[in-house]
């Protein structure tokens, strides 16, 4: 490190030395200055921090990651702020990767301590809450710098309404827009050190491309995650206070960020919401004011953030589609104000705005991201003393941490979330990494796991009774229980069932949705919103809109009654729009799915039963007997392939028991009796056979035949069903099988050929014989009777006369692997016992004749009994 200073301190002398050597003789001789602050001050363009920065990208390359790390301790720890302000944004690049995902940086979203332990624990140290990095933060903020931060990389929605001159509802966007000078490349947000190194840690989660073998990574594990979770526990603490920043300036800890004014008007496509900063400030004195006060803007700022980043990604038009008739007014007379202005600066198109999709598949690394948010959020506000929670304990005096934690989730996550969610839904693959989303889905929707008060579980495992204390967040919430449960039906109602994996999705949904009192309480909140709204004077004027973030937010509304149904219409409005039509969850279309699913969970138990019993027969010494040809090479007797068969009989055990729970829940929820269930196992023809397994899909018997219902349609789909097929044309010109050599089937099908047209009438003469020697050559020569054949189509009923064929030879089966392997297992084993080629060819035919005479005599006997 001496080395680094010594080496600054000459790039400064020679700075200096060449900016005093080439000044203009037209310059004042008095400004000639001999010390660096002087120069800096006279020399504003030579600014000193360049060759700082050019000094750490040079150890960037040649120096290891740990000395590059204590380099930068010293650095932060070292210099003034002015001149780590010229640093900062490459070093944030440096760590986190630059926006475009070119760059990867430290990587933290795939180092683990497992893996690379020393860098592990130094980027921990380094990028903790109270690390060097934080540090570095706090001592920009309290200069007041401000970092730009390009339009272009913000989530599509908020980017395509800034360039649109519609500035978004969220207030960490308010006051902060620079539009370009003339020629300008694009719009910037002008941040606070802070904001600056939020949005980079948070967009690194979006913008960094997956490594080729990060799919054998735990998330859990991984630098990034355990940042979050640092970072949520530090700044949104569930015990005391946010800590104040550590900063080493005489001044104290750093400001809060001063308001900008915008360069140009906005329009707002949502309600402004003032910030909880500003209006605690601005009520409270210097003096008296609580500490958190002064900081719960890094609280907020986080929050806003990671809710931007990571939960912002869908189509702006569905977004504005929830807001209120008078924001949806006021961005109309701003926009009429623009175009009738004489010199209105240049707009994009608004068919842009309006008909803009994002393109955004989110990854299931990022559904765990934001669960984890979502669990902090559910303890941070559950973390508030019982005489704290009610609105009527609100005061002036109320702690602004503490009544963050009050408006936190419904100010700041409830809508974005949903929408995610929706996203999620209708986008998500029909596979087992659903399972991401559905927890996710379910931690949300169980804020009482994350209570300090959490019940015990009781000894029989049944799930615990949910106290009416939540029954203002279910109703709240009520479209994040009812809409997306639906959206959920018709997901499963789409899977194979028979597998573990989604017969275990099916269970978790079904084991939340039932717990004591939880069904009353949704169907309490669908009462409130279906109920007719009074009228009442006072409240003409009020919009169902979510409510604002100031004033009336925590205010009471009486009566009682038509105030909690006016939150639950406005919940609903402010996600839907008001020209929403709402399902509800236990009416009548609802509780027609719920059947199907409970048809599917019924028939999927059933087959999951057969595919067991199946593979238990047929799996012992089948594959080396069938390949041998001792064994049917039928491949139309087995089920298709299923997670049954690679996960074994232990994952059938479970998959019946998860859905047989589901079931049993939804019976519970949707109070279904087991007389209906039989009804529509019966209706479903889900009853079978003797060997319980041959079951037809589902289907009607229409005048050409069988006709597949939608549900035949999905058993076959997902395999669980089928039609026995077999194969009912021409034995010789059936297509080559997986177990055939191709050429040699083709040579011996034209020597069969040849033979049969030459000696046709000879082997019609011998098989019309009526003694041994015809039923000898009949039982070779001969195609079994097409009489014995079960034809699946009734259209190929009339043509089986003319299918009839005369007698002819067939010696394709020499073509077969397990024909020709079987043979030179006969020769190798004869050659064991000292038989030579030619006896031991001689003994086989003897044998094949043995056994042909008796299977001929078999044959006769049989045909004698029929008649």
């Not at 690390?131 to 710098?145: I, R, T």
């Not at 202005?341 to 994002?358: G, R």
């Not at 297509?735 to 020597?751: C, D, G, N, T």
Request: overall charge positive; aromatic content about 10%.
């Amino acid at each position: 490190m001496t080395t680094f200073r010594c080496r600054v301190a000459e790039w400064r002398s020679s700075s200096l030395r060449r900016a005093t050597s080439w000044v203009p003789q037209w310059f004042p001789k008095t400004a000639v200055v001999s010390g660096p602050q002087e120069a800096a001050m006279a020399f504003p363009h030579l600014q000193q921090p360049s060759f700082l920065l050019a000094s750490l990208k040079a150890d960037s390359i040649n120096k290891p990651f740990a000395q590059r790390c204590q380099d930068l301790v010293k650095v932060i720890e070292d210099f003034p702020a002015k001149e780590l302000h010229a640093i900062f944004p490459w070093l944030v690049e440096s760590i986190f990767g630059s926006l475009d995902g070119v760059l990867v940086g430290w990587n933290l979203r795939y180092l683990q301590g497992r893996m690379s332990p020393v860098e592990y624990s130094i980027a921990m140290e380094f990028l903790d809450p109270g690390g060097p990095m934080m540090k570095l933060v706090y001592k920009l903020q309290a200069e007041d710098y401000k970092f730009d931060f390009p339009v272009s990389y913000l989530p599509g929605p908020v980017k395509a309404s800034i360039q649109e001159r519609v500035l978004p509802d969220s207030p960490l966007y308010h006051n902060k827009v620079q539009f370009p000078p003339t020629g300008g490349l694009g719009l910037n947000l002008a941040l606070n050190p802070f904001e600056y190194y939020m949005f980079f840690f948070a967009l690194s989660l979006i913008t960094q491309k997956p490594l080729p073998g990060a799919l054998h990574i735990r998330t859990s594990d991984c630098a990034y995650f355990i940042l979050v979770d640092r970072y949520l526990s530090w700044f949104l603490p569930t015990e005391g206070s946010v800590l104040p920043p550590l900063s080493s300036s005489p001044g104290g800890p750093s400001p809060s960020p001063a308001p900008r004014t915008p360069a140009m008007p906005f329009a707002s496509y949502g309600l402004h919401h003032t910030s909880l900063l500003k209006r605690h400030i601005s009520h409270q004195t210097s003096v008296n004011a609580d500490p958190a006060s002064h900081e719960i803007w890094r609280s907020e700022t986080l929050l806003q953030v990671f809710v931007e980043m990571w939960l912002h990604h869908y189509s702006l038009e569905m977004y504005q589609k929830m807001q209120s008739p008078h924001a949806k007014l006021e961005v109309l007379h701003y926009r009429l104000s623009v175009s009738s202005a004489p010199h209105s600066p240049a707009q994009p198109s608004l068919q842009a705005l309006h008909a803009y999709q994002e393109s955004f598949t989110p990854t299931e690394e990022h559904v765990l991201v934001v669960r984890l948010l979502l669990k902090h959020l559910h303890a941070f506000s559950n973390s508030l003393k019982p005489e704290q929670v009610s609105p009527s304990a609100h005061s002036h005096a109320t702690s602004p941490l503490e009544e963050f934690k009050r408006a936190a989730v419904p100010r700041f996550v409830q809508q974005k979330l949903y929408l995610f969610l929706q996203h999620c839904f209708g986008h998500w693959p029909l596979d087992a990494s659903f399972r991401a989303v559905l927890e996710m889905w379910l931690s949300y929707l169980q804020p009482w796991r994350y209570a300090p008060e959490k019940q015990a579980q009781t000894s029989d495992c049944q799930p615990r009774c949910v106290s009416e204390r939540w029954a203002p967040f279910v109703q709240e919430n009520l479209l994040m229980y009812t809409k997306l449960f639906v959206g959920f039906l018709s997901r499963a109602l789409r899977t194979d069932l028979v597998s573990p994996k989604n017969a275990l999705m099916v269970f978790r949904v079904a084991k939340v949705f039932a717990q004591p009192n939880l069904a009353e309480m949704i169907q309490k909140g669908e009462q409130l919103f279906l109920e007719p709204e009074l009228v009442i004077p006072h409240r003409q004027h009020r919009l169902f809109t979510a409510p604002p973030f100031t004033g009336s937010f925590l205010s009471t509304w009486p009566p009682a009654v038509t105030d909690t149904s006016f939150k639950v219409k406005s919940h609903v409005y402010s996600l839907e729009g008001q020209d929403c039509k709402y399902t509800p969850m236990f009416g009548p279309e609802v509780r027609t799915l719920v059947l199907r699913l409970a048809q599917l969970i019924t028939q999927a138990k059933q087959t999951a039963k057969s595919i067991s019993d199946q593979c238990g027969e047929n799996t012992p010494g089948r594959p080396f007997l069938s390949w041998l040809g001792f064994c049917s090479t039928d491949t139309n007797g087995c089920y298709p392939a299923n997670d049954l068969d690679e996960m074994g009989q232990d994952s059938v055990r479970k998959t019946d028991e998860y859905l047989e729970k589901a079931l049993e829940y939804l019976c519970q929820m949707f109070r279904l009796s087991e007389a209906q269930l039989a009804q529509l196992t019966l209706a479903l023809g889900t009853t079978q056979d003797e060997n319980g397994k041959k079951q037809l899909p589902d289907c009607i018997v229409g005048e050409d035949g069988l006709i597949l219902t939608p549900l035949g349609r999905y058993q076959i789909i997902n395999g669980l069903r089928r039609f026995d097929i077999e194969y009912q044309g021409d034995l010789e010109l059936q297509p080559i099988r997986s177990y055939e050599i191709a050429s040699l089937v083709r040579m011996l099908f034209r020597l069969s050929s040849a033979i049969n047209h030459r000696f046709a009438g000879r082997m019609a003469a011998l098989c019309s014989r009526a003694d041994f020697l015809g039923s000898f050559c009949r039982y070779h020569l001969m195609e079994p009777g097409l009489t014995g054949r079960h034809l699946l189509s009734p259209v190929a009923r009339g043509s089986t006369v003319s299918r009839a064929r005369g007698p002819r030879l067939s010696l394709r089966f020499l073509g077969s692997y397990r024909t020709l392997l079987s043979l030179l297992l006969a020769f190798f084993v004869a050659s064991l016992f000292c038989v030579g080629p030619l006896a031991c060819a001689l003994l086989l035919v003897l044998g094949y004749l043995l056994y042909a005479v008796a299977m001929t005599l078999l044959t006769e006997r049989s045909k004698l009994h029929q008649l």
